[in-house]
């Protein structure tokens, strides 16, 4: 018995009318899209324009007071202005980047103070930075645990330095490091006889290779003496910070490790506690579970305190200000100070911009490491999660 199968023009399951149910069902579901897509681009259009309309206010306020004081003090650096007259009338000297050549290339005074602040800063940024971020971590730790009582008590008396006024507490610092305040008190009560602190401005570097008997702080070598760089000596240059910039440098670690103890505690409440008993059951002890578990759950948060830091630090100025004015000796200058004195107290308007915009240069290069070095670790993460997985 066979069957019989007919296939006509009018058959729906003819081959020949295949394509044109196809094609029929693709005009339909392209008639049926258009419309909506239509629809969607003038949502999606009224949604931007109620965006800019909201977001309008503030942009407008971070271009006047932000966007447009940085235009002109770019323009600034580029002119010999005094402050006196109007710098885009066309009565003050144009001198296109003398300003600049005169930071690193002449060998005036300018260039002198100019790199003895670098010096003063990046010595500075090398002690503040590490030593801000270990006690934040270490004071982190210590008030994460659960069986400390008094939790409360103790991340409120470590962060309320942070929350003090610098200029209240740079001023009770010069009380306490004078030569007859509380900190040579202490130091006298232990047998050692306090300095002066912010009268010395010996390098911390030659003071302890003195106390070993290695250098005479007092009598350079010719060969470091003699020689140098940029206008300082090699003397100079590796001295360390002075003992007048060790004062300035205890009080910012201790105002600004309570901040970054916060954003630690934060990062290790989100560790999940699975994590730590499974590396507990595995036999590791504290220092490994620090080194293998926590850390790299914290190298987000690390890295992010480390950019804070390297950017504070490089803006110092408040401090400064207040306990020391640049003394003794211009071994406390920082470019901020040297900045707003230049400009302020000796009317060199522009060699003052120069130099903010030398600063701003510096510290958009180190953010711009520190976040390449974050990327690539990133990368390589998750390239090792990919050839794992494979």
């Given amino acids: ?14 081959p020949g009318t295949e394509p044109e149910s196809g094609s029929g069902s693709g005009r339909g579901a392209a008639a049926r899209r258009g ?10 259009g009224k949604q931007g324009l109620w965006g800019w309309v909201f977001v309008s206010p503030m942009v407008l306020v971070l271009g006047l007071f932000l966007a447009l004081p940085v235009g002109m003090a770019l323009w600034v650096s580029l002119l010999n202005w005094d402050g006196q007259s109007n710098p885009f009338s066309g009565a003050a000297d144009f001198v296109g980047l003398d300003n600049y050549r005169h930071l690193f290339a002449d060998g005036g005074l300018t260039r002198t103070l100019f790199m003895t602040s670098l010096r003063n800063n990046l010595y500075y940024v090398l002690l503040v930075v590490p030593l801000q971020t270990v006690l934040a971590l270490g004071l982190a730790l210590a008030v994460n645990r659960r ?17 003090t006024s610098s200029i209240a507490v740079s001023t009770v610092f010069l009380f306490l490091f004078q030569s007859s305040g509380a900190v040579n008190g202490l130091l006298k009560w232990v047998g050692l006889q306090g300095p002066s602190w912010f009268t010395d401005a010996r390098g911390l570097v030659w003071v302890v290779l003195g106390w070993f008997g290695l250098v005479d702080p007092g009598s350079p070598p010719a060969a470091l003496a003699g020689h140098g760089v940029l206008g300082l000596s090699w003397w100079e240059w590796l001295s360390g910070p002075s003992v007048a910039m060790c004062t300035i440098i205890f009080l910012v670690v201790w105002t600004t490790s309570g901040t970054f103890m916060l954003m630690f505690l934060a990062a290790l409440q989100d560790i999940p506690e699975a994590q730590l008993e499974s590396a507990r059951i595995d ?18 948060v690390l890295f ?10 490089w803006q110092v100025f408040d401090q400064v200000y207040v306990m020391s004015q640049g003394q003794p000796a211009n071994t406390t200058l920082t470019p901020a ?3 707003y004195s230049l400009s302020f107290k000796d009317a060199q308007y522009g060699t003052g911009a120069a130099i903010s915009f030398v ?8 953010t711009g490491v520190q976040r390449l070095a974050l990327r690539e670790r990133d990368g390589r993460r998750r390239l090792r ?3 794992s997985a494979r």
């Fill in 359 to 366: 600063l701003l240069a510096i510290i958009l290069l180190m």
């Fill in 385 to 387: 999660r990919g050839r």
């Fill in 1 to 14: 018995m066979s069957t019989t199968t007919t296939s006509g023009p009018g058959s729906a399951s003819g």
């Fill in 147 to 163: 069986r400390l009582r008094g939790k409360g008590v103790f991340r409120t008396a470590f962060y309320f330095p942070s929350v």
């Fill in 35 to 44: 419309p909506g897509r239509a629809r969607g681009t003038r949502r999606a």
């Fill in 283 to 300: 036999g590791a002890g504290r220092w490994q579970t620090l080194r293998h578990v926590i850390l790299p759950a914290l190298r987000p």
């Fill in 337 to 339: 100070f040297l900045s």
């Fill in 304 to 313: 992010l305190v480390l950019t804070l830091g390297l950017i504070g630090t």
